[in-house]
Structures are given as C-alpha cells and as structure tokens.
C-alpha cells in the first residue's frame, strides 16, 4: 500500500493542473431563455437557486439571457449553448423555431399539469429544435431529460454550467464521471492487450501493469478536482486528501483486475477493463454524493454501485475487444 501511496502523492502533487481546472470554471456560456413570461421567470429562479446566501452572483445571472420576437437577440453568439423556449399546452411554437434559425439547439418546454411527462429520447444538435412535456418546472421533473440533455449542449464547458447554476451540478458531475470512466476503460483495455501480445507483452506487460494504476488513478484524481470544481469550490490538489476513502479502494480493484487477467487469459481483458470503467464510476459518484449530502457513502452503497455498473462496462470491454479484432 506503501508504494501506491506514493504513486498517488506524486500524482497529486506533479500530474494535476489545478490552472487549467481554474481555466474551465472560467470559460463562458449562454442560456437563452424566452416564451410565457411567467415560465421564463420560474425557470430562471429554479437554474439560479442554491447559491450561498441566496446571494445570485453576477456572472452566474448573465448566463441566463431572456430573448423576444420584439427584441431581437445582438451580438455574437459564439457563446450560446441553448436555448429553451418555455410554453403551454396550444402555445405558439414560431419563436422556438426562430431560435433554431440561429443554429444552436432549442428545447422547448411545453408545462402541461395534467400530462404525463415525455420528451426526446436525444439531446438536439445545433439548428434543431426537441421538445419535451412536464407537469411542472421542478427540479424532479426536468432531472430525467431536460438537464441531461442541457448540459449535454453545454459539453466543454459543463464544469462553468455547474459551478455557476447549482441545480445542474449534479447533473454535470454525471457527465464528468461517465466520461472519466470511458477514458479508464480504455487505459484498462490498451494495458490487458499489451499483455497478451506475444513477445510485446513479455517486454512491456509489467510496465502497463503498473502505469495503468497510476495512470486510471489520475483520471480519478482529476475527477474528483473537475466535480469539486463544479460544486463551486475553488480546485486544490491538497484538499484531495479529505476524499481518499472514495479513492482508495480502486487500488483493490485494479490489483483484482490484473488477477482475473491471469487467470482467465482473453476473456480476462474486458474483465479488467470493466474494473477500471467500474472503480471510477464508483469514485464520480462517491465524491458527487459527499458533496451533496456532506458526508461519505458507506461501503454497502458503494458495492452496490460497483456491481451495478460492472456488467456494463464488461458490455462496452468486449465490444471495442471484438472491434480491435475486426481491424
């Protein structure tokens, strides 16, 4: 435990841009907001809630622009993630479709109490226009679809979105997580394949072995940065250390992974992967639910989403095994 201890404090203290990290809550980003005047209002009230004091700072109100037929947006709008327009049932929807025009992508918002809530399966791409029905702008009925979906527009800026716009962190802190895990995956995967090429893998299977560990547990180090960054805390690598038990135990995990590996030759190369993309779904959600709650999972919540999220990562594991083979 010693020496990966000291792997992660090197990483910690040599591997981390915190200036970059600070670069990301710093980058810029619109919303448009138009439709019924009474919607817009409470949807900006509900995206700017949350903030210390109920103190709405600055820069977090002029993410939020409310545009009209009659007052035409102006200026560039290089920085526009979105729009949504906000109606009712039998609303006119020219406006949405005037947002479009602009090529960026409109989410129109039709709040109907007596409907079942429904909507795009897809977040929609730049000059498109998805729409989606709730029963009312809660946070419960637009976590489903319509924040995803949101900061999925808001993709390489999301750690600005959650960091300026509380009610998404979590929603952000979920993307980051998935897309840590993808690159863990695929670190897993590159390391188990150096190992099983012949005469390659004798001469490089034992350095793969140990720098995917440093490797994958800087992705998580990053991560937990990036999520810490989003819940409006300023990024320091010191203050990692208060977070090493969500952390620590993916040591376990990738020492378990190399054994399945042995054993089980071929099919042991998804295994391993699975254990990567699992360890730091594990830590993205651990550090997610310290900073909502305050406090750290116990290890039966963290198990179970391990377990929950092992089978589809083996899933993902042998897909891009059998697309390297087809190559």
Request: hydrophobic share 50%.
């Amino acid at each position: 435990m010693a020496a990966t201890a000291r792997d992660l404090f090197k990483i910690v203290r040599k591997g981390i841009d915190v200036r970059g990290i600070d670069a990301h809550v710093r980058k810029p980003f619109r919303f448009l907001l138009a439709g019924d005047p009474d919607l817009v209002a409470e949807l900006r009230a509900l995206l700017l809630a949350g903030h210390p004091g109920d103190a709405i700072p600055f820069d977090a109100a002029a993410t939020l622009e409310t545009v009209s037929p009659s007052a035409p947006l102006l200026g560039a709008t290089g920085d526009v993630r979105a729009a949504l327009f906000l109606t009712r049932p039998g609303g006119d929807t020219a406006v949405a479709a005037a947002l479009a025009t602009l090529k960026i992508p409109v989410l129109t918002i039709v709040v109907d109490p007596g409907a079942p809530p429904s909507g795009a399966s897809e977040a929609p791409k730049g000059g498109t226009v998805a729409t989606y029905t709730v029963a009312d702008l809660s946070r419960g009925a637009l976590r489903p679809r319509i924040f995803p979906h949101l900061v999925e527009c808001a993709r390489g800026v999301e750690i600005a979105v959650g960091r300026r716009l509380p009610v998404l962190r979590e929603t952000v802190a979920v993307r980051l997580t998935r897309h840590a895990a993808g690159n863990a995956l695929k670190v897993a995967l590159a390391s188990a394949v150096v190992d099983h090429v012949p005469v390659v893998g004798l001469v490089l299977g034992a350095f793969a072995s140990a720098g995917d560990m440093v490797a994958i547990t800087g992705i998580q180090v990053m991560l937990m940065l990036h999520i810490e960054a989003a819940y409006g805390r300023d990024p320091d690598a010191r203050g990692v250390w208060q977070l090493l038990p969500v952390i620590g135990g993916g040591f376990g995990w990738r020492t378990l992974a190399r054994e399945l590996v042995g054993f089980v030759p071929v099919a042991g190369i998804p295994i391993k992967g699975a254990i990567a993309y699992a360890g730091t779904i594990v830590v993205g959600e651990g550090v997610t639910f310290y900073f909502e709650h305050g406090r750290h999972m116990t290890k039966d919540h963290a198990a179970h989403i391990y377990e929950r999220t092992k089978a589809d990562a083996a899933r993902l594991a042998r897909d891009a095994i059998a697309k390297l083979r087809f190559r």
